[in-house]
């Protein structure tokens, strides 16, 4: 199949059952015990600081544990795996002195999600599989002060963060993922400089149109985002790029995330996603909630018609994967509301003209 083949069909599969998104990377790289070696390879053998941590390089330097997670996702029942690409930006990639890898990074990520796709449906057509390009917050924000006296201090300017997100989104179009997955998403104003580079990559003279997948981030039981937003207000702000799909991720487990996923399911016209993580970290910060724990409160969601595509964050594997793919098969998927049209906009909160 074309990509836009591909992206039809993925389309279609949406209308007719829940889509299963993939698990945590960061615990399944965590768990293979990897060496500095593993992450400097050949190309950083002599790199002057430690890369150790920087999970993204494995895209070139250790593909084969790249390639070995999209086919343990896929094989536990995921439709759609995510591209090792959370944090390669240049500007996320300057903590480890490797601004000049982020396009690589994103293009041979992208490649090797595109292979382990292809290879998967060609073994079972009845399931195309598919390939998110994944973008992931950054340790900046622009709409947050870097300076607690100084209210207008930021370390970055939207340009700077447009540019980052720029190079990432070319190297995952080029490397040939089906969609783009802008994920953890703290800071809305972030967010529209990813959304920029997005669309003016799809301006561009022979680039065909990718569908955008929106996921934001509740920090806590406020119900907000870390730069103030309320569920609502956050789709407020976003909508206008008629995403193929608005969602959470992270922060929260799925009895905490329930409350919020239900809100956007009522206002979003558009697909509703979720991934929460394995509940709340214990005191050693691991994550104790066992799949089938995970995979029953999502089946409530699923029954209750409030999602279309579900998946897991932080402590999920690709057990939790495959136990929330069986509790949900055959489960109707949400049904897009219509809502009258209105002048929405948002700060922190919504506002609604009728």
């Known amino acids: 199949m074309t990509r836009l083949q591909r992206i039809e069909r993925l389309k279609e599969i949406a209308r007719e059952r829940i889509l299963i998104l993939d698990g945590s990377w960061g615990v399944m790289i965590q ?56 944090s390669a930006t240049t500007i996320a990639q300057r903590d480890y002195h490797a601004e000049s890898a982020a396009y690589d990074i994103n293009l041979q990520g992208a490649k090797l999600a595109r292979e382990a796709a292809d290879r998967w449906t060609a ?5 195309p599989r598919f390939a998110a390009g994944a973008l992931g ?36 179009y080029d490397g040939g993922v089906d969609l783009f997955l802008i994920e953890t998403i703290t800071d809305t104003l972030n967010c529209k400089a990813a959304l920029k580079a997005i669309l003016d990559l ?14 934001g981030t509740i920090t806590d039981r406020s119900g907000r985002t870390l730069s103030g937003q309320t569920v609502e207000a956050f789709w407020n702000s976003v909508k206008h790029v008629k995403p193929f799909a608005i969602g959470l991720n992270c922060a929260l487990g ?3 995330m329930r409350p919020h996923i239900a809100e956007l399911s009522r206002i979003a016209d558009t697909l509703v996603a979720a991934y929460p993580n394995a ?11 066992e799949p089938h724990q995970t995979a029953h409160e999502l089946h409530e969601w699923a029954k209750g018609g409030i999602v ?15 136990h929330v793919a069986d ?15 209105a002048m929405r906009l948002a700060g922190l909160e919504p506002f609604e003209l009728v």
């Not at 073994?123 to 399931?127: F, L, R």
């Not at 963060?161 to 070319?170: H, I, K, L, P």
């Not at 799809?202 to 996921?215: A, V």
Request: aromatic share 6%; with cysteine.
């Open 279 to 289: 509940g709340l970290p214990n005191a050693m910060g691991q994550y104790d909630e």
């Open 31 to 86: 768990r293979r015990g990897l060496t500095e070696e593993d992450f400097r390879g050949e190309r950083f053998a002599d790199h002057p600081v430690q890369m150790k941590g920087n999970n993204d390089i494995l895209c070139l330097t250790r593909p084969d544990i790249v390639t070995d997670l999209h086919d343990a996702y896929y094989g536990a029942g995921a439709d759609i795996s995510e591209t090792n690409t959370f």
């Open 123 to 127: 073994k079972e057509p009845h399931k």
């Open 202 to 215: 799809r301006d561009e003279e022979g680039h065909e149109e990718l569908p955008i997948w929106i996921s």
């Open 308 to 322: 279309n595509i579900l998946g897991g964050c932080c402590g999920t594997t690709p057990d939790h994967i495959r």
């Open 327 to 341: 509790e949900v098969a055959g489960v109707t998927p949400r049904q897009i509301p219509e809502r009258p049209k």
């Open 254 to 256: 799925a009895d905490l």
């Open 137 to 172: 917050p950054l340790n900046v924000m622009l709409s947050m002060s870097s300076d607690v006296n100084d209210p207008g201090a930021r370390t970055v300017t939207f340009d700077q963060v447009y540019d980052a997100y720029r190079e990432q989104v070319r190297g995952l």
